[in-house]
């Protein structure tokens, strides 16, 4: 694999296309504060344009990591 496939843009697209079956979208926080670079910087929001992940405590909380977890979650449970 090369290394271009271990870049955030590449990793953020492989997020996309886990959202893809639940029609949620990955929202990328645009202005950063000390908070967000902390810790987050994505959300995960549905067709409605409600937040289904990544705004506790403050918008943009999760992680990509914690986005992806999310997605894998979900799908683990759709196939039960």
């Known amino acids: 694999m090369s290394s271009r496939a271990h870049t955030?843009?590449?990793?953020?697209?492989?997020?996309?296309r886990l959202c893809r079956p639940y029609n949620l979208?990955?929202?990328?926080?645009?202005?950063?504060?000390?908070?967000?670079d902390e810790?987050?910087?994505?959300?995960?929001?549905d067709e409605d344009f409600k937040i289904v992940y990544g705004n506790e405590k403050y918008e943009f909380s999760a992680t990509l990591e914690e986005c992806e977890e999310f997605l894998l979650e979900?799908?683990?449970?759709n196939k039960l």
């Open 25 to 36: 979208s990955l929202l990328i926080a645009q202005k950063r504060n000390a908070k967000i």
């Open 8 to 16: 955030q843009a590449a990793r953020e697209r492989q997020v996309r």
């Open 74 to 77: 979900q799908n683990r449970l």
């Open 39 to 45: 810790h987050g910087g994505y959300m995960l929001r």
